[in-house]
């Protein structure tokens, strides 16, 4: 299900019932709930809990309440939960203050900070809001690196957005030239919508012959004229009428798409009456390619042969990607008198998830002038917007010499592209802003890197401009505009490693980094990790596992055989284990990661499940039974949930629950302290034990990310010494199947039954000090 929600259409009129000709609308209520998400510390953005919302068209009002709910009062600080909405895509937000890639361009996102209590709730309304998808996160304050152990009591917050919209459903249209009559009342402003189609280059609204009844001899209605609608990083264009009338012009309007017009009234207590026309222009056309697609297919299918035949070389590839172009540049020369823009056919790829390219159908140079804009195209859906939307523009000066003062302007623009370039005109249209790059002889090379762009149509603008008046005979330059969509900046370059996220059906990517270092794309090596500090850490966490070696002698030489193989499965795999888990580049796996983390959490847990089993002195068929048993319930718990708190305590429960009955039974049989020796106690026992707690004290206490390489490797050290003191002595004088179980063989005849020898040992096991 793409997400557990409550939504109702509440078709209800909420006022009053009014006609289309008085300038009021009908409005209906929608209401949408997200689940409750437990709430992380940030410490990249995979601990951001992101939800998103529609606002569907004609939307007047929404309204976003935010509940935070603390899980339990266990090791509760005061927290401050910070809240991100961002109109599009999802927000990039930076609140460690770490640095981002370079040629990397972001806007920051609306952020709303909530203090917690036991339960806190925060509302945030919004008028007009832009259409589509809109994005909310939610974390809290950035991480202390203590590790915390899974199943252990911890401070826990609950958060769930929930979403309230009054929706016009009967939205006068306003048409090309057509005077409307409308009205507009101090909380009733009047509401309308007007269509601007493709290559509309302005567009202008005014308001006429206003009145306002008693007041209709002043001359001044005070309206407030407001084209577009509200995405927090845009405003609606918004113009003060006086008088009579007044006029908003647009330009470059974005293109195919409705546009929202409101008029609101500034006279308390009155209804204003006007009249409204809306006027566009298509400045410029592209020429028209007609209906044949024959042309189309053909260069598909050549384009298809040579991906296949070039895919094998990719030297070929850029040398072919940088060279000029005949074919993409003689289309050019018949049309440099006439058309005012080049509008170029662009082929879209989509290769893997978050992964697209943009490439020109017709090579991957493109001619530019200064007479005319070049134009292209690139259309992003909605599941795009979880990547980096990437540019690298490259002038290509193999054949045409270019003057210093001479140079190639771009401007990458969402909704509406902007077709006059020049000095002193800005990369940016009538709602929306751009990015703007430049490319000539002494810099050829541009690169802009979007994170989590707008889901819209952007146009990338390409035009050649010069200091004089004439460009000479660089009148017509080549460039290479590479477009693809990436899941992360560089692949979160050596230092990260790009995560692939999910909420719900939405996919989005972030970068996690390691070895300290930080960033969007892991570029911030301000607190990053040493060769020598990486090193340390590996040799350490490996090398501290040797520490098994005098448990596995100890044990060998009390004839604990089988608890010492299970001590050099422990060391083996927690040596490679750790030796694998490295985050930097002292790192070597002798296998698959998660078979050497599952095979070190089981050798850990069956040792300990062993020594506390042999310290209980029950009888080998018994003791061996339980090994068997427990091993194989530890394996199976170990593949349900590795990390669980159960895995440890269970064993570890079971095992000193036997031990303690069995020490119990003989103390009361023999009417003394069971072991009876006290050096036993003092010397061995006793010291164990503070090993054993200390060890388990630092493991889920006192670990953090920075001081994780000494107090696990401190950890090991402790399991394996308890093991050593916890051990009981060598049993001494007992034969089984003929023979003792000491290092010389002695042979005893005893008689046999059916097959079977009689076995008897009459000895009482007792603890004595070796």
């Known amino acids: 299900m793409e997400m557990c929600f409550l939504r109702a259409l509440l078709f209800v009129a909420l006022s009053a019932w009014t006609l289309a000709d008085d300038g009021q609308v009908t409005f209906v209520s929608e209401l949408s709930s997200k689940p409750a998400q ?140 057509t005077f409307l009559q409308q009205t507009a009342a101090p909380d009733t402003p009047a509401r309308l919508k007007l269509y ?3 290559f509309a280059s302005s567009l202008s609204v005014s308001v006429s012959d206003c009145s306002s009844g008693e007041a209709a001899g002043d001359g001044n209605c005070s309206l407030v004229l407001r084209l577009g609608s509200t995405s927090l990083q845009q405003r ?50 592209p020429k028209s390619v007609g209906l044949k697609v024959n042309d189309d297919i053909n260069t598909l299918r050549s384009k298809s042969n040579l991906t296949n035949s070039t895919s094998a070389d990719n030297d070929t590839v850029v040398t072919d990607a940088v060279a000029p172009s005949n074919n993409s540049a003689s289309p050019l020369t018949p049309l440099l008198a006439s058309a005012c823009v080049w509008s170029i056919p662009v082929l879209y790829e989509e290769l893997d998830v978050l992964s697209m390219r943009f490439t020109p159908a017709n090579g991957p140079n493109v001619s530019v002038t ?17 990547g980096t939307l990437n540019l690298q523009l490259t002038l290509n000066t193999t054949n045409i010499t270019m003057a210093n003062s001479s140079s190639v302007v771009a401007c990458l623009s969402p909704w509406a592209p902007v077709l006059d370039l020049n000095h002193s005109q800005p990369c940016r249209t009538a709602l929306f802003g751009g990015y703007g790059v430049r490319v000539n002889v002494s810099d050829p090379k541009a690169v802009v890197r979007l994170p989590f762009p707008q889901s819209t149509t952007w146009y990338l603008t390409l035009q050649l401009t010069c200091n004089s008046s004439d460009c000479g005979n660089a009148s017509l330059v080549s460039v290479v505009p590479e477009v693809f969509l990436s899941a992360c900046v560089e692949d979160c370059g050596k230092y990260g490693e ?11 990517a972030a970068c996690v980094c390691k070895t300290g270092w930080s960033g969007w794309g892991c570029t911030d090596g301000s607190s990053a990790q040493s060769y020598g500090r990486q090193l340390t850490a590996t040799l350490l966490l490996t090398l501290s596992n040797l520490a098994f070696l005098p448990a596995t002698v100890v044990a060998v030489k009390r004839c604990f055989i089988t608890e010492a193989s299970v001590y050099l499965f422990t060391m083996f795999f927690s040596t490679f284990y750790h030796a694998c888990d490295q985050p930097g580049v002292a790192v070597m796996c002798i296998m698959d990661y998660d078979a050497l983390q599952y095979c070190d959490f089981l050798g850990s847990i069956c040792s300990i499940w ?52 069995t020490w119990v039974y003989r103390g009361v049989r023999r009417r003394h302290c069971y072991p009876p020796s006290w050096r036993r106690w003092v010397l061995f026992l006793i010291p164990g034990a503070v090993c054993a707690l200390v060890g388990v004290c630092l493991y889920i206490f006192a670990e953090t990310e920075d001081n994780y390489y000494y107090t696990h490797s401190l950890w090991h050290i402790l399991v394996a010494s308890c093991v050593v003191f916890l051990l009981p002595p060598k049993e001494k004088n007992r034969e089984v199947l003929g023979w ?31």
């Not at 009249?275 to 410029?284: E, F, L, P, R």
């Not at 000491?742 to 070796?770: A, F």
């Open 236 to 285: 609606p264009v918004t113009v003060n009428c006086s008088g009579i009338g007044c006029s908003a012009t647009l330009s470059n309007p974005p293109w195919d798409t409705w546009l929202r017009v409101v008029v609101e009234s500034g006279l308390d207590n009155r209804t204003v009456t006007f009249s409204i026309v809306s006027n566009y222009t298509v400045g410029c056309k």
């Open 610 to 661: 062993v020594t506390i089993l042999c310290m209980a002195r029950i009888k080998d068929i018994f003791k061996y039974t339980l090994f068997m048993l427990g091993a194989l319930l530890i394996a199976m718990s170990m593949q349900l949930d590795r990390k669980g708190l159960w895995n440890l305590l269970g064993p570890v429960i079971c095992a000193i629950l036997l031990m303690v009955t």
């Open 740 to 770: 003792s179980r000491g290092w010389s063989w002695s042979w005893s005849w005893r008689p046999q039954v059916c097959g079977y020898t009689l076995c008897q040992n009459d000895k009482d096991e007792l603890y004595t000090v070796t």
């Open 370 to 386: 200064d007479t005319h804009p070049t134009l292209l195209t690139y259309p992003l859906h909605t599941q795009a917007t979880g």
């Open 38 to 177: 437990k709430l992380s510390k940030y410490g990249w953005y995979g601990n951001v809990r992101l939800q998103r919302f529609h606002i569907p068209e004609e939307t007047a009002i929404a309204r976003w309440l935010f509940s935070v709910t603390k899980g339990n009062n266990f090791n509760c600080g005061k927290h401050n939960v910070t809240i991100h909405i961002q109109h599009g895509a999802p927000p990039v937000i930076n609140p460690t203050g770490k640095v981002f890639p370079n040629a990397t361009l972001w806007s920051p996102p609306l952020s709303l900070i909530l203090p917690v209590t036991s339960q806190s709730s925060t509302t945030f309304n919004l008028s007009n809001p832009a259409p589509g998808d809109w994005f909310v996160g939610a974390h809290l304050p950035e991480h202390d690196g203590r590790i915390e152990q899974k199943g252990f009591p911890s401070c826990s917050y609950l958060f769930q957005p929930q979403l309230s919209i009054r929706r016009a459903v009967d939205t006068p249209i306003m048409q090309q030239g």
């Open 498 to 508: 790009c995560r692939l996220l999910r909420s719900y059906s939405y996919l989005y």
């Open 196 to 198: 601007v189609p493709e």
